[in-house]
């Protein structure tokens, strides 16, 4: 598997994003529905990587949003549902961690849901570090998310 910076101008990423938006708008009412389209993706402080296969097909994605200076939260995670379980989430996550120490933050935050549908993913959170937090940035108290950290 290659992961890189993606510019999101590509008709695969667009249609692989538009699946992911229409998941979390079917499980998540709209006010606790966080996850970023293609164009608040595209927003300056976001930089996106694309996980591909061998033959380079999308099966990940992930971005890494800036907060402040030393702070930066994962957003847009996703494994293809081709490839769950197979060791996408961790090697994109693994990858995001490093970028953002490589880049000097020393804090590592994220937003994901409370639901069933997303144990898998605060599973997978906390295998890599991450612990409950208080809403942080632009986020308020939501029984339907959950906050975690990690410092890095």
Known sequence: MKI?????????????????VREMR??????SK??????????????FWTVTDDGGTIV??????????????????????????AGVASLL???LIGEARRT???RLSLETGAADFFAPARALYAKFGFEPCA??????????????????
């Open 4 to 20: 890189a910076v993606d510019d999101l101008s590509g008709p695969e990423i667009a249609a692989f994003l538009a699946e992911h």
């Open 26 to 31: 079917s499980i998540t009412p709209p006010e």
């Open 34 to 47: 966080h996850a970023l389209d293609l164009e608040g993706l595209r927003r300056p402080g976001v930089t």
């Open 60 to 85: 990940g994605c992930g971005a890494l949003k800036a907060l402040e200076d030393d702070h930066a939260e994962v957003k847009s995670m996703r494994t293809a549902s081709t490839h769950q379980r």
């Open 93 to 95: 996550l693994d990858h």
């Open 104 to 106: 000097g933050y020393a």
């Open 135 to 152: 809403p942080f940035a632009d986020y308020g108290p939501d029984p339907l998310s959950v906050f975690l950290t990690r410092p890095l």
